[in-house]
């Protein structure tokens, strides 16, 4: 086994001196060198078995047979660029279509979401012909150049604002502007984003798109009110741009109640383009960009091809293929919408229980505990989070924290995570908020 060959303090030795320092590792101060990894679980070097509350990307289960063994099958036969006339990329853009509506009915299959969201971009910015962007506060869409400059999580810290970006208020009845109390915070938060546009408008700015994530995790596991999207979807298209729902993190039937998370918003509200990735492949680099004919025939016409060297090939089609196939026999849109409702549940009476957590907000297996040094003021409390990780840790739970404050406990496990691992990360939780020092 590759993960196997040297001793833990040589992998951290050898990473130390031959990876950057920007390339950061889950717990620094004592990371977990991982070998293994099935379903809900990762093993160490020893043996160890960690519930794994953080990876998303194992949307169906860590090494899951079927999507192992589609992979494997496919990868014996053929596996080239897309350029070739072949069954699985069409075959798998006809079931993604299958699970949206009717009008997003044309697919571009990339590498990563990272890529889907600097194409969503260029259709945007071809479809209207304008360059500028509204994003939310905290956003995050990945690492390209291009998404940097759209991401306020990431070019805070370097080069600061464009001039073409714009960012709106991020729809968080919690900690924002409009609260719980609020008699509206859809319409409210919308308001934001138009006054965000016209400010724009009127320094003779044109918006091209309107990117968010269905459910903001960066910026703290944000479920945006009901209503937010369509609200915000007119004001956009009335300034000529197009709404792009980012889907990358929460896609899948991670939701619970729907296959996508921007559906949460209601039956009337359609994105002009979709992105996905992480998710779409269980692990496998392949991610998609769904969108409208209209905005595809204006890309098309520059002449310019789109071309992706290995997005839809043989075998990352396969694998998504795979991936849906297990969804639906497995019931796992359902099974997170069971199994969320309890782990929710069981982390109310937390909240009823311990003061330091300040709310706890989700949907499906996308849940955030909000820790707070003070319930009225709601002052995020950082160390106690980082310390609370670094517990769970010790006690074979993996979770991470996120948010501006870094104080959200953020649960996003592989979809097969149960109740009895609901019940047991719960348990500890409780023990270790009992012993608080």
Known sequence: MAGARHAKADTLAL?????????????????VK???????????????????????????????????????EQNQVLNTNSRYLHDNIVDYAQRLSKTLPEKLCVFYFLNSGSEANDLALRLARQYT???????????YHGHLSS?????????????????????????DTYRGPYREDHPDPAVAYA????????????????IAAFFAESLPSVGGQIIPPAGYFSHVAQHIRRAGGLFVA????????????????????????????????????????????????AVS????????????????SPVSCAVGLAVLDVLEKEQLQAHASYVGSFLMELLQQQKEKHPIIGDVRGVGLFIGVDLVKD???????????????????????????????RNILKFKPPMCFNRDNARHVVAMLDAILTAWP
Not at 130 to 138: A, F, I, K, N
Not at 147 to 165: C, M, N
Request: glycine content about 10%.
């Open 246 to 293: 980012d889907e990358i993190q929460v896609g899948f039937g991670r939701v619970g109640k729907h296959f996508w998370a921007f559906q949460l918003q209601g039956e009337d509200f359609i994105p002009d383009i979709v992105t996905m990735g992480k998710s779409i492949g269980n692990g496998h680099p392949v991610a998609c960009v769904a969108t409208t004919q």
């Open 297 to 312: 025939r204006a890309f098309e016409s520059t002449g310019v091809e789109y071309f992706n060297t290995f997005g839809g």
């Open 15 to 31: 990473r130390l001196r031959l990876l950057s320092s920007s390339c950061r590792l889950f717990f620094p101060e004592a990371p």
């Open 147 to 171: 998404l940097i400059d759209i991401s306020p999580y990431k070019f805070q810290h370097l080069d600061g604002q464009k001039e073409w970006v714009h960012v709106a208020p991020l729809p």
């Open 375 to 405: 319930e009225s003021t709601r002052t995020p409390a950082t160390e106690e989070a980082d310390y609370l990780v670094s517990r769970l840790k010790e006690n074979c739970i993996l979770l991470s924290t996120d948010g501006p404050g």
């Open 129 to 139: 012909g304008h360059q500028d962007v509204v994003v939310l506060e905290h956003a």
């Open 34 to 72: 991982i070998v293994r990894g099935q379903g809900q679980y990762l093993y160490d070097e020893q043996g160890a078995e960690y519930i794994d509350c953080i990876n998303n990307v194992a949307h169906v289960g860590h090494c899951h047979p079927l999507v192992v063994q589609a992979a494997h």
């Open 191 to 206: 308001n934001e984003v138009k006054r965000v546009v016209s400010s724009a408008r009127e320094k003779g700015r044109k």
